[in-house]
Nanobody, 121 residues
Framework: QVQLVESGGGLVQAGGSLRLSCAASGRTLRSYSTGWFRQAPGKEREFVAAISRSGVSTYYTDPAKGRFTISRDNAKNTVNLQMNSLKPEDTAVYYC??????????????WGQGTQVTVSS
């Protein structure tokens, strides 16, 4: 099994940037395809981005394309989500997930507890 812990959330003004990190313990995170999801207040959790085990392939939801970048840091056993040009509609709890493929929430086996991102206008 792998345990996931997200960090890096916070309060930022619109147009600003945040870098989220998903740290793994128990197993090496590069053994798993890894994704980021988010859940805004009153809404269902939705896919944001994912990265393959090798790190070669990445996938993004349309709102994230061109603004967010998912990457691996194998030395630190983390998967990171660099978020630029943030908008108020990006406000949500962001979750790291591992062990799945693509954008389907149900495909992922392991989940972190989430980190809050709040973007003020």
């Amino acid at each position: 099994q792998v345990q996931l812990v997200e960090s890096g959330g916070g309060l930022v003004q619109a147009g600003g940037s945040l870098r989220l990190s998903c740290a793994a313990s128990g197993r090496t995170l590069r053994s798993y395809s890894t994704g980021w999801f988010r859940q805004a207040p009153g809404k269902e959790r939705e896919f944001v981005a994912a990265i393959s085990r090798s790190g070669v392939s990445t996938y993004y939801t349309d709102p994230a394309k061109g603004r967010f970048t998912i990457s691996r840091d194998n030395a630190k056993n983390t998967v990171n989500l660099q978020m630029n040009s943030l908008k108020p509609e990006d406000t949500a709890v962001y979750y790291c997930a591992a062990g799945g493929v693509g954008s389907s929430e149900s495909a992922y086996e392991y989940w972190g507890q989430g980190t809050q991102v709040t973007v003020s206008s």
